[in-house]
């Protein structure tokens, strides 16, 4: 029966002492990335809120072979929505809150997790390259607030390979739309 106690008391101590970590936690998080891309910010805009191109540059389908996502009736633009479902990251689903020229507005529900708030900027650097920052912030509960700590440590990475792989596919369509642009200026020959 002592021994029975002294478990009990052990236990007591280690959650107590874990509640006590929490509640020095913000129960904020936020995550940001930002890089620099060759290319007209308006493209990038006009890539990320396109939510059927997601699975050629977001770092989280490029590593997850288990992944499946379903486009809403609406996927582009103001209103788009997406959901996906997978073994090995679970299921949630996203929303396109608010886009302008210079910013997007997303909501991120984890299913069963939370939700979160995603977020774009778009803006033109001196030499004409676009400037673009993605990130996400959300609450957590009083004793998931460790999680948060953490956030920028487990997501912050994603992010830049996400970014990075963004870059690439965006320099990739600026090619593809100078040459798609060339093609249509050239001049026809007229045989008599």
């Known amino acids: 029966m002592k021994i029975s106690k002294i478990v009990i008391v052990i236990v007591a101590v280690i959650v107590g002492v874990f509640t006590l970590y929490n509640a020095t936690l913000s129960k904020e998080y936020s995550v940001s990335r930002s890089t620099t891309m060759d290319v007209d910010p308006a493209l990038v805009q006009q890539i990320v809120s396109d939510f059927s191109t997601w699975p050629e540059w977001s770092a989280w389908f490029l590593a997850d072979s288990t992944m499946e996502y379903e486009l809403g009736t609406t996927y582009v633009g103001e209103g788009a929505t997406y959901s996906w479902t997978s073994e090995n990251s ?103």
């Open 90 to 192: 679970g299921s949630g689903a996203m929303e396109i809150l608010q886009l302008t020229a210079s910013a997007m507005e997303t909501k991120i529900d984890f299913v069963g997790q939370g939700t979160s708030y995603g977020h774009w900027e778009f803006s033109t650097s001196d030499e004409g390259k676009a400037l673009v920052s993605w990130g996400f912030s959300g609450e957590m509960p009083m004793l998931m607030r460790w999680m948060g700590a953490q956030m920028d440590k487990w997501v912050g990475p994603d992010f830049e390979t996400g970014l990075a792989n963004l870059t690439a596919y965006a320099e990739r369509e600026a090619i593809a739309n100078e040459v798609a642009e060339q093609q249509t200026m050239q001049p026809v020959e007229v045989l008599d």
